[in-house]
């Protein structure tokens, strides 16, 4: 098992490459004032880039939209809400008023099954400002009760990386002293374990920042791949 399985190593952040022509076209559905889905496989981007995006354009961010507590929280944090003394119905009504005042886009990331009162809330608050939603699927079985909303959205969709976006990726990285040189002989036996998912691709770059396995070797990659793949469980226990 690799140094970074046994001791836990954050996961390498990867610089921000092959998104541009979706970031362009997020600023242009933002000045037009549209409500936006991104979408896209799991650990293709959407949140790298909507954090891209946010950083350049006065968004209000939701990280996690699965619960509406925490829908709540998130935005009474930005628009400087107390959330203590009210109960739910009450934070709804002052983030709605709060929200149309701010009159900012509003994003709601990592959105799975919505519930009746989710897709409720989101409903009105697209009445008010611009809505972006970011899920991995727009299908009615995978994201519930909003569905019927999504008709009034623009789609921008996140393909994986391809072959030059991922050697883009370590040319920089090698450049940044994250990973070692010799590791851009591998870039494509590499894209291929990621299969152009930046999160995976990622994975697999922090074990190759070790420098403890033999990139020109089938076993080598496999090696890689396996640790990569224990210490995402190791991740989620």
Not at 38 to 56: D, M
Not at 81 to 106: F, M, N, P, S, W
């Amino acid at each position: 098992m690799s140094a970074a399985s046994r001791n836990g190593t954050r996961q390498l952040e990867l610089p921000f490459v092959g998104r541009r022509r979706e970031a362009g076209r997020l600023f242009r559905l933002h000045a037009q004032r549209m409500h936006v889905l991104i979408q896209g496989r799991e650990g293709v981007g959407k949140s790298k880039l909507i954090r891209h995006v946010a950083s350049q354009l006065g968004l209000l961010v939701c990280p996690q939209s699965i619960r509406l507590s925490d829908i709540c929280g998130a935005l009474e944090g930005q628009l400087g809400l107390q959330a203590k003394g009210h109960h739910l119905v009450q934070r709804k009504t002052r983030i709605l008023r709060a929200v149309a005042v701010a009159d900012e886009a509003v994003v709601f990331d990592g959105v799975g099954w919505t519930t009746p009162k989710l897709s409720s809330f989101i409903e009105c608050v697209s009445q008010r400002v611009p809505v972006w939603i970011a899920t991995r699927s727009e299908h009615p079985w995978d994201i519930g009760h909003l569905w019927p909303l999504l008709t009034r959205f623009t789609h921008v969709e996140l393909q994986p990386f391809r072959l030059a976006d991922t050697c883009e990726v370590m040319k920089r990285l090698v450049k940044a002293g994250k990973i070692p040189a010799y590791a851009l002989e591998a870039a494509q036996p590499l894209h291929r374990l990621s299969a152009g998912v930046p999160q995976v691709l990622g994975e697999l770059l922090e074990g190759v920042a070790t420098g403890g396995y033999d990139l020109h070797t089938r076993f080598g990659l496999r090696l890689l791949d396996l640790d990569r793949r224990i210490q995402r469980l190791a991740r989620h226990a």
